[in-house]
């Protein structure tokens, strides 16, 4: 969901066309369905920020797994809306395979906490570390199992970043994950604090409606849309 300031406060935006807001609400049903038929639950787990993070788990069935899959969805989506995504990976993976889809900070089910109060926006590294406090709530981050990121993209740019970190062995050793594979699906890693700052202008005042995206027809944006998992009445 995106935010705009208004004295130091943050508010939702108006409500967005009633086309896409029906279009919207009528997928989440098949959404969660196709979760459920692939064997995920929704479950939720305590951070010690003391905020209740909602996401979708897809059990392994050896103990402990052969590796964890940690998905990590894009900007203004959330774990149920991630589903097209998500459960082709997932059908891919063995039953051994653990796998975690937590709704990002600030998304989905957390839009609440983030917001009760004034709001300047998350930066990547509060990103990851909201990534490694999770991981650890979840128990996948103990060191004993492999961890595979999957990030779409602003959740691409964190998976990659993560990586980066865990991987150097920049991260605390108390929140150090054992990365051993990423995949990144049209990761967000050219967002400089320009551009950063120029979508906050936008947000801000409510220009959301004029943003577009630099593909060079319509059937390359429905192709794009398509491959990262949007429903077709969106595309």
Same mark, same amino acid.
Request: charged share 20%.
């Given at each position: 969901?995106?935010?705009?300031?208004?004295?130091?406060?943050?508010?939702?935006?108006?409500?967005?066309?009633?086309?896409?807001?029906?279009?919207?609400?009528?997928?989440?049903?098949?959404?969660?369905?196709?979760?459920?038929?692939?064997?995920?639950?929704?479950?939720?787990?305590?951070?010690?920020?003391?905020?209740?993070?909602?996401?979708?788990?897809?059990?392994?069935?050896?103990?402990?797994?052969?590796?964890?899959?940690?998905?990590?969805?894009?900007?203004?989506?959330?774990?149920?809306?991630?589903?097209?995504?998500?459960?082709?990976?997932?059908?891919?993976? !063995?039953?051994?395979?653990?796998?975690?889809?937590?709704?990002?900070?600030?998304?989905?089910?957390?839009?609440?906490?983030?917001?009760?109060?004034?709001?300047?926006?998350?930066?990547?590294?509060?990103?990851?570390?909201?990534?490694?406090?999770?991981?650890?709530?979840?128990?996948?981050?103990?060191?004993?199992?492999?961890?595979?990121?999957?990030?779409?993209?602003?959740?691409?740019?964190?998976?990659?970043?993560?990586?980066?970190?865990?991987?150097?062995?920049?991260? !605390?050793?108390?929140?150090?994950? !054992?990365?051993?594979?990423?995949?990144?699906?049209?990761?967000?890693?050219?967002?400089?604090?320009?551009?950063?700052?120029?979508?906050?202008?936008?947000?801000?005042?409510?220009?959301?409606?004029?943003?577009?995206?630099?593909?060079?027809?319509?059937?390359?944006?429905?192709?794009?849309?398509?491959?990262?998992?949007?429903?077709? !009445?969106?595309?």
């Amino acid at each position: 969901m995106l935010l705009r300031q208004v004295r130091g406060h943050a508010h939702v935006p108006a409500a967005m066309p009633a086309a896409i807001a029906a279009a919207a609400a009528a997928i989440r049903g098949p959404q969660q369905a196709a979760y459920e038929e692939a064997g995920f639950t929704r479950r939720s787990v305590r951070m010690p920020s003391g905020e209740e993070v909602s996401y979708l788990s897809r059990r392994s069935t050896t103990d402990p797994p052969e590796r964890c899959v940690v998905f990590l969805h894009g900007m203004t989506s959330d774990a149920l809306g991630s589903a097209a995504a998500v459960v082709p990976i997932a059908s891919r993976q !063995p039953p051994g395979v653990r796998f975690l889809v937590p709704d990002a900070a600030g998304h989905g089910k957390r839009h609440a906490w983030a917001v009760r109060s004034s709001w300047e926006g998350l930066s990547l590294d509060d990103h990851m570390s909201d990534v490694e406090a999770f991981c650890a709530a979840v128990g996948a981050s103990d060191g004993t199992v492999p961890v595979d990121l999957v990030g779409y993209s602003m959740g691409g740019a964190t998976a990659f970043a993560l990586a980066a970190r865990h991987v150097n062995g920049s991260a !605390p050793a108390a929140s150090r994950l !054992p990365v051993r594979r990423v995949a990144l699906l049209a990761p967000a890693l050219l967002v400089t604090q320009e551009l950063y700052a120029m979508t906050l202008s936008v947000q801000r005042h409510g220009g959301v409606e004029r943003c577009v995206y630099n593909y060079r027809t319509e059937a390359e944006a429905e192709e794009m849309l398509r491959l990262v998992g949007y429903a077709e !009445p969106l595309c």
